[in-house]
């Protein structure tokens, strides 16, 4: 079925470490890779997003990284700073065109 | 320009009620979803719908349903609520269907059943 698994489920990081959240996917036709994340008490916001036409994407202190063949996507936030804090989540396109979700990572950046 | 608009922004109802919620697309956008979050099964899809018709729908009971109308405003209704139907329903919008189009979230509404 179409299943998408985030790991951690909780995440504490020390201001300026990196963070590393990673997902795996079921469907290997699935071709678009979302990370949203979502402050408390907001609406989940895009941050990056792959395609599967490419292995690693990079925005400023953020990247994403997709390896098909293993069927995972991870998100990497490098230099965390206390704003970072927040639940992200990553998700994946299944053969019927539904963006399925993973269960969300709590990221915690300590000062 | 005016992102995806939800409203009421906050309920309460009691059991066996129904409620409708409303949510207004990004202008130009004509696909509009709806997710259902709660703390312990992150974020749920409910149904996707485009031009009007209803193209995607994910594991929820017949209580659940939704429309959308002409100008891509969509509403959801839920009849005879249950207490597990309190959560935070999340509406998106995109410009097209499928294809890995980039959704954008409105603020949400939040609906407690007692």
């Known amino acids: 079925g179409e299943n998408v698994e985030q790991h951690p489920s909780t995440l504490s990081v020390q201001e300026g470490d990196s963070a590393v959240i990673k997902c795996t996917y079921s469907?290997?036709?699935?071709?678009?890779f979302p990370w949203y994340k979502q402050e408390l008490g907001k609406r989940p916001q895009l941050i990056i997003d792959?395609?599967?036409?490419?292995g690693e994407k990079k925005d400023q202190r953020i990247a994403v990284t997709l390896n098909k063949t293993a069927k995972h996507f991870s998100l990497h936030i490098t230099e965390t700073q206390p704003e970072d804090s927040a639940v992200y989540f990553c998700?994946?396109?299944?053969?019927?065109?539904?963006?399925?979700f993973g269960t969300g990572t709590r990221l915690t950046i300590i000062p | 320009k005016a992102g995806v608009t939800q409203t009421p922004r906050y309920l309460i109802k009691t059991r066996g009620q129904q409620v409708t919620l409303s949510c207004s697309p990004i202008?130009?956008?004509?696909?509009v979803s709806w997710y259902q979050q709660t703390p312990g099964q992150g974020l749920q899809f409910l149904f996707e719908?485009?031009?009007?018709?209803?193209?995607n729908k994910g594991n929820f009971p017949g209580r659940f349903s939704g429309r959308q109308f002409s100008n891509s405003r969509s509403e959801m209704n839920v009849s005879t609520l249950e207490l597990g139907d309190s959560a935070l329903y999340l509406c998106?919008?995109?410009?097209?269907?499928?294809?890995?189009?980039?959704?954008?979230f409105g603020e949400g509404s939040w609906l407690t059943v007692v």
């Open positions: 998106a919008s995109s410009t097209f269907s499928g294809g890995g189009n980039t959704i954008y």
């Open positions: 469907d290997s036709a699935s071709n678009y």
């Open positions: 792959i395609r599967s036409n490419v």
């Open positions: 998700a994946a396109i299944f053969g019927n065109e539904k963006l399925t």
């Open positions: 202008s130009g956008h004509r696909s």
């Open positions: 719908y485009f031009s009007e018709t209803q193209r």
